[in-house]
C-alpha cells in the first residue's frame, strides 16, 4: 500500500445523473477526508470520517451529495442527480492521529475528475 | 475575511533565485500548518509542515511560522524550472479535525 487510492479517475456523466467514487486510504490511516477543488481555488472540505464515523459535514454540501466509510476503511462519495456545477475535482485525504499528537499531515489520493455535461 | 488567505500570484522568479511565498491565517488557535505543492491536473503532494515559531528547514525548503502574527511562509531557495507549482498554505484546525486550505500561488521559474 504505497499512498491513497481513488476510482475512478475520470468521470463524464450527463446531468441529472448519480455518480459514486471511492477511496481507498493508506492503511494504517483512521481519518479520511473529501475535498472538492474547482480550477484556480483550493480544495474545500467537503466531510471527513474517522474511522467508520462522520464526524462533520461540510454546510455546502447539499442534500444531494453522501459519503459512506462502512468499515472503517474505504469511503465512497455519491452526487444523486448531477448538476453542472458538481463538476470539479474531488479530491480524498487521509492522515492518522497518534496519542498526544498533533502531527496530522494529510495525505492526498489522484483524484477524480467529474465532468457534467 | 477568508480563513486562510495567499496571494495568488502569479510570482515569477528566475532560475536559482530565492522564491518567497505567503500565508496568513484567521483561527488563532491554530496549531499545525502546511505547505503542499501541486502542478497542473495532479493532486496536492505535502512538502512541508510546521508546528512551533520559528523556522524549519528542509533541503532548499524554509518554512517560517509567527503565531502571534498568523503567518507562515515558505522560502525556496536555488528555484528551479520544476519547482513551478501552485503552492498551498494549509491549516489544520478545530481541535485538530480539518485542515482548510488557501486558493494557492502560482509560481514561475524561468529558466
Known amino acids: 500500500d504505497t499512498g491513497v487510492s481513488q476510482d475512478p479517475r475520470h468521470k463524464i456523466t450527463k446531468r441529472g445523473q448519480n455518480v459514486t467514487f471511492r477511496c481507498d486510504p493508506i492503511?494504517?490511516?483512521?481519518?479520511l477526508y473529501w475535498y472538492r477543488q474547482t480550477l484556480g481555488q483550493g480544495p474545500e472540505f467537503l466531510t471527513y470520517?474517522?474511522?467508520?464515523?462522520?464526524?462533520?459535514k461540510s454546510r455546502l454540501l447539499s442534500d444531494r451529495f453522501s459519503a459512506e466509510r462502512p468499515k472503517g476503511s474505504f469511503s465512497t462519495l455519491e452526487i444523486q442527480r448531477t448538476e453542472q456545477g458538481d463538476s470539479a475535482m474531488y479530491l480524498c485525504?487521509?492522515?492518522?492521529?497518534?496519542?498526544?499528537?498533533?502531527?496530522?499531515?494529510?495525505?492526498f489520493g489522484q483524484g477524480t475528475r467529474l465532468t457534467v455535461v | 475575511q477568508k480563513e486562510v488567505e495567499q496571494n495568488s500570484g502569479p510570482l515569477s522568479v528566475p532560475e536559482g533565485a530565492i522564491a518567497s511565498l505567503n500565508c496568513t491565517y484567521s483561527?488563532?488557535?491554530?496549531?499545525?500548518f502546511f505547505w503542499y505543492r501541486q502542478y497542473s491536473g495532479k493532486s496536492p503532494e505535502l512538502i512541508m509542515s510546521i508546528y512551533s515559531n520559528g523556522d524549519k528547514e528542509d533541503g532548499r525548503f524554509t518554512a517560517q511560522l509567527n503565531k502571534a502574527s498568523q503567518y507562515v511562509s515558505l522560502l525556496i531557495r536555488d528555484s528551479q524550472p520544476s519547482d513551478s507549482a501552485t503552492y498551498l498554505c494549509a491549516v489544520l484546525r478545530d481541535g485538530g479535525f480539518k485542515t482548510i486550505f488557501g486558493a494557492g500561488t502560482r509560481l514561475f521559474v524561468k529558466a
Open positions: 483561527d488563532r488557535v491554530s496549531q499545525s
Open positions: 485525504a487521509s492522515s492518522s492521529t497518534r496519542t498526544g499528537s498533533l502531527n496530522t499531515e494529510a495525505f
Open positions: 470520517f474517522q474511522n467508520e464515523a462522520q464526524l462533520e
Open positions: 492503511s494504517e490511516h483512521n481519518r
